[in-house]
């Protein structure tokens, strides 16, 4: 089948291109190229620039959980040493604006609709200048006793279908409940999260005439240009985001916040560049929380343990107004069998800072969820929790009938369990103990959607016989710059040496960003295009078709015929750009990857400590562009797994809404000793519906049910069936059988 | 934070001198940096002791002369302290991380102030902050708080590790002031808040930690057991510290100290005769948290630092006497 | 003030306040922004430093505590033997993702070599507890220590 280049991906790509080029790079473990650098402290993120006559920006956050501004003692503190200004603009955001939004969010910070919301910013020469003037900033409020709700469980607190989350719902959950064989109905619950990336946000904006400049730290940047764009009424083209190097991002970086905004505003106010960093502690407490879930989970399941019913219904919350509420449901949708379904998302709304994407929203805590029920269902049939989920595939997505593209979870299963030595495994609970420790296993299944976003990309082969490839997506760590430069060189036979990446700049063309894992599939199926069409004009040199040129190690070739990419190009650098949309493929096929998780756990017999031993992870998304890079997703994705499971809570105090924790000595996410030797095992898998490079996303699958592997561990070691994560001792040393008594 | 001056004392008597017209010494600055920077602490005026005297460490007739400014990595990396004074060691290594502890001293962490979150957030009432403004931790979210040693106007625990182990090695705090040196029992030093939470210890104004002295070592098994949220790097749950001498199958000699437990590094000396001359088991060890817990309360999140300590003081004390024997 | 510093073997002089803290002496007035700014309280470790060779929090020390002592940051580190082999190490096993910790971590990490050679997982874990990496990289981290101390790895990271 010919393809066009057409933008929308609407006929699964069977070419399967990049199995059928020489260079022999694609897929391979190659370092980032950016790797020496990082090591020497010489990437520069955001917060980094110098720019003459730069001056520093702090924000100062309300002390009252909702109201309105009356006066701000200004003069008191514009008369303090350095001190240049003092913000409360109608254009400065009340809330961070969520991913793919593109338009601004609530502004005007008048109105305080959390605790903690900036509502000024102090700028002064520096920041010590900035920072004390801001700590001494009186601001009075009016209407700040007013009740609201902060406890999305409180009577107060409007509970709402959100509008973007239509149920599911199919046949007669109910009924299947009283025919089943095994049933569980279970409510389980999962706390707020923090994305937590180590570098906190942080903007310098610079003003040129009426262009605003902006070095930010940034995840999806052609969305935040239009963001920023719409918080100060100017036209997107005016603004230019130079991001090449992000701190991480989780989510927390998707879309433009209070930082980039102020500072903005800030410069042209002064006509000098702005700084404003963030705190960690204003981090924690403005920009981005996952919701807390309360989840129902019904499973009902016939005497061979396969579903004949499934529920999965959750309570979520959020600021009024918000269109996003954690999907929590999203892959229960395709995941199992069980024809008679009720799946649901509600939102209470509630005035706590913004509830957004934290990595993998939805997935992240209702896999967890589902597969500590799938454990509960597995006990009470009496079957080996691998071959429950072995028995609940179904041919087609349940109720809406529609094929799955791919999906490896059987071979991730098998292969996990062979590689923990799942077979050690003993079925019930409080059989192992080792000293004061017992022990304990767990599997869950990993499963998480599959999303493109539409990307641009400009591939230049130079007229050297180098290449480069130029785009506005982002790295935040997740290994761009490698797999860009892997997918060029892999499609112009060139070696990696020989591609140079320039990402991070929104003056080259808008890749898709980095977030829900689809920045890889996205950005690098547009350079995979723009490489075709490059393809095309050499073939069209050497007089053949462009998929049946061969290229190695810039030598091209055709049947007898062969000549340099040198000679070929003459002395003419060649460019394309090459871009794709989301299509039909993304309506007939069920799209996600897939894995398993297996988890062996210690228990402590007394304190009710728990640690993870050892733990596989076996995954299947496709083509691996870079084994290396997407081994450490896979990795990193786990930790957040050991974190979601054992230590990581928001806690909210529930008079005023305020963080409690709002810092990294009391926000306990996995340190070293947490992290045991973790295995990854990647599947090989080519998915054509997914993506002209047959790859799906990888970024966030590590956390899918990982915390239900180790939750379910843990009931193992020790029989404590803890259904509020995370699993920390309070939860376990109620229920713990007698430390001094051994084993039968 | 807010500007201000820095002043370098040269030796103690130096410090103490510049002390009589006002200022707060500073030594590693690992706790009141944090302070200075969200304006909790806001001096106008910091002495700094790091280029004195104290940083000596010298065995005597009496024991060991821990210097205030020794940092808390020098100390548990001494040999005599690893070899005779092993509980200390192992609390010190036990908490932070040792960037924290190539800073922190031995006389600051001593003074170490609370992590209660309401403490350190300056938009909620806190009385050992701000005295009589109240106690937001009381009925907020009170998971990491004490249930031993608690008032109506605080709720807060002594966060440290180091301390504890030194309450159970009989530690003297010494020190110089206005009014001549002091040795004070460590156990004497931390203070319960009482309706005064504000003073976390005895140090009069102008007085200063020169050392601290450890008595001769008792030759006994000697624990460190700190549970804790995460494997490493957090402050404890409940911490007990242990030493204990066996004979002929019973305990001879036993001290035991709670940390994060109370308002203060908790020690108990009925609890110990409870267990003095007794053989070891899981139902001594239950009447030992009995005494030891009668009078611990709840606020509701904390709850569960009862039944915690009551199952750490076992488990150390099994390990420990388990240990003894062999 | 005028305070006189040794950094990665240079004089510097900067006129500054006593009481600044050292990071931002260095990434402000010294333009040296490999160390990191990561909490400002002690707690994620990004900004490491050695002061005479012990690693410290530049964010907790004052500047006016550095003056005379000799400062090495993630700018320097390799140029002595130890650092440059944990650098190396770093980019052997692909360590670093979105970077933003590892300055802190290869400080840690050298300061842990010279004072233990060959350290154990478990050494590892304990020294390097105060050092957050929010990627995750912690199993490299390990695998690197051991590989910059010529010992075997001991955990797949291929």
């Given at each position: 089948?010919r393809?066009?280049?057409?933008?929308m991906y609407?006929t699964?790509?069977?070419?399967?291109?990049?199995?059928t080029?020489?260079?022999?790079?694609?897929?391979k473990?190659?370092d980032?190229?950016e790797?020496?650098l990082?090591?020497t402290g010489?990437?520069?993120?955001?917060?980094?620039?110098?720019?003459?006559?730069?001056?520093?920006?702090v924000?100062?956050?309300?002390?009252?959980?909702q109201?309105?501004?009356s006066?701000?003692?200004?003069d008191?503190?514009v008369?303090?040493?350095?001190v240049?200004?003092?913000?409360?603009?109608?254009?400065?955001?009340?809330?961070?604006?969520q991913g793919?939004?593109?338009?601004?969010p609530?502004?005007?910070?008048?109105?305080?609709?959390?605790?903690?919301?900036p509502?000024?910013l102090?700028?002064?020469?520096?920041?010590e200048q900035?920072?004390e003037?801001?700590?001494?900033?009186?601001?009075?409020?009016e209407?700040?006793?007013n009740p609201v709700p902060?406890?999305?469980?409180?009577?107060d607190?409007?509970?709402?279908?959100p509008s973007d989350s239509k149920?599911v719902?199919?046949?007669?959950?109910?009924?299947?409940?009283?025919?089943?064989?095994?049933?569980i109905?279970?409510?389980?619950?999962?706390?707020?999260?923090?994305?937590?990336a180590m570098?906190?946000h942080?903007?310098?904006a610079?003003?040129?005439?009426?262009?605003l400049?902006?070095?930010g730290?940034?995840?999806?940047?052609?969305?935040?240009v239009?963001e920023?764009?719409?918080?100060?009424?100017?036209?997107?083209?005016?603004v230019r985001?130079?991001?090449p190097?992000?701190g991480?991002?989780?989510?927390?970086?998707?879309?433009?916040?209070?930082e980039?905004?102020?500072a903005?505003?800030?410069?042209?106010?002064?006509?000098?560049?702005?700084?404003?960093?963030?705190t960690?502690q204003q981090?924690?407490?403005?920009v981005m929380?996952r919701?807390e879930t309360?989840?129902?989970?019904?499973l009902?399941?016939d005497?061979?343990?396969k579903?004949?019913?499934?529920g999965?219904?959750a309570?979520?919350?959020?600021?009024?107004d918000?269109?996003f509420?954690?999907?929590v449901?999203?892959?229960?949708e395709?995941?199992?069998g069980?024809?008679?379904?009720?799946l649901?998302?509600?939102?209470?709304?509630?005035?706590?800072?913004?509830?957004?994407?934290?990595?993998?929203?939805?997935?992240?805590?209702?896999?967890q969820?589902?597969?500590?029920?799938?454990?509960?269902?597995a006990?009470k049939?009496?079957?080996?929790?691998?071959?429950l989920?072995?028995?609940?595939?179904?041919?087609?997505?349940?109720?809406?009938g529609?094929?799955?593209?791919?999906?490896?979870?059987?071979?991730?299963?098998?292969?996990g369990?062979?590689q923990?030595?799942?077979?050690?495994?003993?079925?019930?609970?409080c059989?192992?103990?080792?000293?004061?420790?017992?022990?304990g296993?767990g599997?869950a299944?990993a499963?998480r959607?599959?999303?493109m976003i539409?990307?641009?990309?400009?591939?230049?082969l130079?007229?050297?016989?180098?290449a480069?490839?130029?785009?506005?997506q982002?790295?935040?760590?997740t290994?761009?710059y490698?797999?860009?430069?892997?997918i060029?060189?892999?499609?112009?036979?060139l070696?990696?040496?020989?591609?140079?990446?320039?990402?991070?700049d929104?003056?080259?063309?808008?890749?898709?960003g980095?977030?829900?894992?689809?920045?890889?599939?996205?950005?690098?199926?547009?350079?995979?295009?723009?490489?075709?069409?490059i393809?095309?004009?050499?073939?069209?040199k050497?007089g053949?078709?462009?998929?049946?040129?061969?290229?190695?190690?810039?030598?091209?070739?055709?049947?007898?015929?062969?000549?340099s990419?040198i000679?070929?190009?003459?002395g003419?650098?060649?460019?394309?750009?090459?871009?794709i949309?989301p299509g039909?493929t993304?309506?007939?096929?069920s799209?996600?990857s897939?894995g398993?998780?297996?988890a062996?756990?210690g228990?402590?017999?007394?304190?009710g400590?728990?640690?993870?031993?050892?733990?596989?992870?076996a995954?299947?998304?496709?083509?691996?562009?870079?084994?290396?890079?997407?081994?450490?997703?896979?990795?990193?994705?786990?930790?957040w797994g050991?974190?979601?499971?054992?230590?990581?809570?928001?806690?909210?105090?529930?008079?005023?809404?305020?963080?409690?924790?709002?810092?990294?000595?009391?926000?306990?996410v996995?340190?070293?000793?947490?992290?045991?030797?973790l295995d990854?095992?990647l599947l090989e898998?080519r998915?054509?519906a997914?993506?002209?490079?047959?790859?799906?996303?990888?970024g966030?699958l590590?956390?899918?049910?990982?915390?239900?592997?180790?939750a379910?561990?843990?009931?193992?070691?020790?029989?404590?069936r803890?259904?509020?994560?995370p699993?920390?001792?309070?939860?376990?040393?109620?229920?713990?059988?007698?430390?001094?008594?051994?084993?039968? | 934070?807010?500007a201000f001056?820095?002043?370098?004392?040269t030796s103690?008597q130096?410090?103490?001198h510049?002390l009589?017209?006002?200022?707060?010494v500073?030594?590693?600055?690992?706790?009141?940096?944090?302070?200075?920077?969200l304006q909790?602490?806001a001096?106008?005026?910091?002495?700094s002791?790091?280029?004195?005297?104290?940083?000596?460490?010298?065995?005597?007739?009496?024991?060991?002369?821990?210097g205030?400014?020794?940092t808390?990595?020098?100390?548990?990396?001494?040999?005599?302290?690893?070899?005779?004074?092993?509980l200390?060691?192992?609390?010190?290594?036990?908490?932070a991380?040792?960037q924290?502890?190539?800073?922190?001293?031995?006389g600051g962490n001593?003074?170490?102030?609370?992590?209660c979150?309401y403490?350190?957030?300056?938009?909620?009432?806190?009385?050992?902050?701000d005295p009589?403004?109240?106690?937001?931790?009381?009925?907020g979210f009170n998971?990491?708080?004490?249930v031993?040693?608690t008032?109506d106007s605080?709720?807060a625990?002594?966060?440290?590790d180091m301390?504890v182990?030194?309450?159970?090695?009989?530690?003297?705090?010494?020190?110089?002031?206005?009014?001549g040196?002091?040795?004070?029992p460590i156990?004497?030093?931390?203070?319960?808040?009482?309706?005064?939470?504000?003073?976390?210890?005895?140090?009069?104004?102008?007085?200063?930690?020169?050392?601290?002295r450890?008595?001769?070592?008792?030759g006994g098994?000697?624990?460190?057991?700190k549970?804790?949220?995460r494997?490493?790097?957090?402050?404890?749950l409940?911490?007990?510290?242990?030493?204990?001498?066996?004979?002929?199958g019973r305990?001879?000699r036993?001290?035991l100290?709670f940390?994060?437990?109370?308002?203060?590094p908790?020690?108990?000396?009925a609890?110990?005769?409870?267990?003095?001359?007794?053989?070891?088991?899981?139902?001594?060890f239950?009447?030992a948290?009995?005494?030891?817990?009668k009078?611990a309360k709840g606020?509701?999140?904390?709850?569960?630092?009862?039944?915690?300590?009551a199952?750490?003081?076992?488990?150390?004390?099994?390990?420990?006497?388990?240990a003894?024997k062999? | 003030?005028s305070i006189?510093l040794?950094v990665?073997?240079r004089?510097?002089?900067?006129?500054t306040?006593?009481?600044?803290?050292?990071?931002?002496?260095?990434?402000?007035?010294l333009?040296?922004p490999?160390t990191?700014?990561?909490?400002?309280?002690g707690?994620?470790?990004?900004?490491?430093?050695?002061l005479d060779?012990?690693?410290?929090?530049?964010?907790?020390?004052?500047?006016?505590?550095?003056?005379?002592?000799?400062i090495?940051?993630i700018?320097?580190?390799?140029?002595?033997?130890?650092?440059?082999?944990?650098q190396e190490?770093?980019v052997?096993?692909?360590?670093?993702?979105?970077?933003?910790?590892?300055?802190g971590?290869i400080?840690?990490a050298?300061?842990?070599?010279?004072q233990?050679?060959?350290p154990t997982?478990?050494?590892?874990d304990?020294?390097?507890s105060?050092?957050?990496?929010?990627?995750?990289?912690?199993m490299?981290i390990?695998?690197?220590?051991?590989?910059?101390?010529?010992?075997?790895?001991e955990?797949?990271?291929?």
């Open positions: 089948m393809m066009t280049l057409a933008d609407n699964p790509d069977e070419r399967n291109l990049l199995d080029m020489k260079q022999g790079i694609i897929g473990p190659l980032r190229p790797g020496p990082k090591v010489t990437a520069t993120y955001s917060a980094e620039y110098k720019l003459d006559g730069c001056v520093e920006g924000l100062v956050l309300a002390d009252i959980p109201g309105t501004v006066t701000i003692h200004r008191d503190v008369a303090m040493p350095g240049l200004a003092v913000l409360a603009d109608e254009a400065m955001v009340r809330r961070s604006t793919t939004s593109g338009k601004a609530a502004q005007d910070v008048q109105t305080v609709d959390y605790f903690a919301q509502v000024a102090v700028v002064a020469e520096t920041f900035a920072r003037a801001a700590l001494a900033l009186k601001i009075e409020y209407g700040a006793g902060f406890d999305p469980e409180s009577a607190a409007e509970v709402e279908t149920p719902k199919g046949g007669d959950l109910e009924q299947a409940m009283r025919d089943a064989a095994f049933a109905d279970v409510d389980y619950d999962t706390p707020g999260h923090a994305s937590a570098e906190p942080a903007t310098i610079e003003w040129q005439d009426d262009r400049i902006l070095r730290s940034y995840q999806m940047l052609a969305f935040n239009k920023i764009a719409d918080c100060l009424s100017i036209s997107p083209k005016k985001i130079i991001a190097y992000v991480g991002g989780f989510g927390s970086k998707l879309g433009i916040t209070h980039a905004v102020a903005a505003i800030a410069a042209k106010e002064l006509g000098r560049p702005v700084r404003v960093v963030m960690r981090v924690f407490q403005t929380r919701s309360r989840q129902r989970v019904r009902a399941a005497a061979a343990g579903l004949i019913g499934l999965h219904e309570l979520v919350s959020n600021l009024p918000e269109d509420a954690e999907p449901t999203q892959a229960t395709f995941l199992y069980g024809e008679n379904r009720l649901k998302v509600e939102v209470a709304r509630i005035c706590r800072m913004t509830a957004g994407s934290v990595r993998a929203p939805g997935e992240a805590v209702g896999m969820v589902l597969e500590a029920a799938m454990d509960e269902l006990e049939a009496g079957l080996d929790p691998v071959e989920r072995k028995r609940n595939l179904p041919a087609k997505v349940p109720v809406e529609t094929p799955y593209s791919s999906r490896m979870l059987v071979e991730a299963l098998e292969q369990a062979a923990l030595g799942w077979d050690r495994r003993k079925p019930s609970p059989q192992t103990r080792e000293g004061d420790w017992w022990i296993m599997v299944s499963a959607v599959n999303v539409p990307a641009e990309a400009r591939v230049t130079n007229a050297d016989g180098t480069l490839v130029e785009t506005d982002t790295d935040i760590g290994g761009t490698a797999i860009l430069g892997q060029a060189g892999e499609m112009l036979g070696p990696i040496s020989k591609v140079r990446v320039v990402l991070g929104t003056s080259l063309p808008a890749g898709a980095s977030g829900g894992s689809f920045g890889a599939i996205s950005t690098g199926s547009a350079v995979m295009r723009a490489c075709e069409a393809r095309k004009k050499l073939g069209k050497l053949c078709e462009g998929d049946a040129l061969e290229i190695t190690d810039g030598m091209a070739s055709h049947g007898e015929k062969q000549c990419l000679d070929l190009l003459d003419e650098d060649m460019a394309e750009i090459g871009s949309k039909k993304f309506k007939d096929f799209q996600a897939y398993a998780f297996f062996e756990v228990v402590h017999a007394f304190t400590e728990v640690r993870v031993r050892r733990m596989t992870g995954f299947g998304f496709g083509r691996v562009l870079n084994a290396k890079t997407a081994r450490s997703q896979c990795l990193g994705g786990m930790v050991i974190g979601s499971a054992l230590t990581e809570e928001l806690a909210f105090d529930m008079r005023d809404g305020h963080l409690v924790n709002h810092d990294l000595a009391e926000y306990h996995p340190v070293h000793a947490d992290v045991p030797a990854v095992i898998e998915d054509a997914a993506s002209p490079l047959q790859a799906k996303g990888v966030e590590g956390i899918c049910g990982a915390a239900g592997a180790i379910n561990a843990v009931y193992n070691a020790c029989g404590v803890v259904r509020s994560f699993l920390t001792l309070d939860k376990i040393i109620p229920h713990l059988p007698d430390p001094f008594v051994s084993p039968a | 934070m807010k001056a820095l002043d370098h004392a103690a130096g410090a103490i510049a009589q017209h006002g200022g707060t500073i030594a590693g600055g690992t706790n009141l940096v944090d302070l200075m920077k909790i602490a001096p106008d005026r910091v002495i002791i790091r280029r004195t005297e104290l940083g000596e460490m010298a065995l005597d007739g009496e024991g060991l002369r821990i205030a400014l020794v808390n990595a020098d100390c548990a990396a001494d040999m005599r302290v690893r070899e005779h004074w092993p200390l060691a192992k609390a010190i290594l036990a908490g991380s040792p924290l502890r190539n800073r922190a001293t031995t001593l003074c170490q102030r609370t992590r979150g403490f350190y957030d300056t938009t909620q009432a806190c009385n050992k902050r009589g403004a109240g106690c937001a931790a009381r009925s998971r990491i708080h004490a031993l040693g008032s605080c709720i625990t002594y966060p440290g301390a182990a030194m309450l159970a090695l009989d530690a003297v705090v010494l020190t110089e002031g206005p009014s040196p002091r040795e004070i156990a004497a030093f931390h203070r319960m808040p009482g309706d005064d939470p504000s003073r976390d210890n005895v140090l009069e104004a102008g007085e200063l930690i020169t050392a601290v450890l008595p001769a070592p008792t098994i000697q624990l460190y057991r549970v804790r949220d494997a490493s790097y957090a402050f404890a409940v911490s007990v510290a242990v030493d204990v001498t066996m004979d002929q305990i001879a036993c001290a100290a940390g994060s437990l109370g308002t203060v908790w020690r108990d000396p609890v110990e005769q409870v267990l003095i001359g007794e053989e070891p088991s899981a139902a001594l239950a009447k948290a009995n005494v030891l817990l009078d606020l509701g999140a904390n709850d569960f630092k009862i039944p915690l300590a199952r750490a003081l076992a488990a150390t004390l099994n390990e420990a006497t388990q003894g062999a | 003030m006189s040794t990665n073997g004089k510097r002089i900067v006129e306040d006593a009481d600044k803290p050292l990071l931002w002496v260095l990434r402000e007035d333009d040296m490999g990191k700014f990561g909490c400002g309280a707690l994620c470790g990004a900004c490491t430093v050695h060779g012990d690693a410290v929090r530049s964010c907790q020390t004052p500047i006016a505590d550095a003056a005379g002592k000799a090495t940051t700018e320097g580190v390799g140029l002595n033997d130890i650092g440059k082999r944990v190490a770093w052997a096993l692909d360590v670093p993702q979105c970077d933003y910790c590892q300055a971590q400080m840690s050298t300061a842990l070599l010279k233990n050679p060959k997982p478990e050494d590892i304990g020294w390097m105060g050092n957050i990496c929010r990627c995750a990289t912690y490299r390990r695998a690197a220590i051991r590989t910059a101390a010529g010992l075997p790895a955990e797949s990271v291929a």
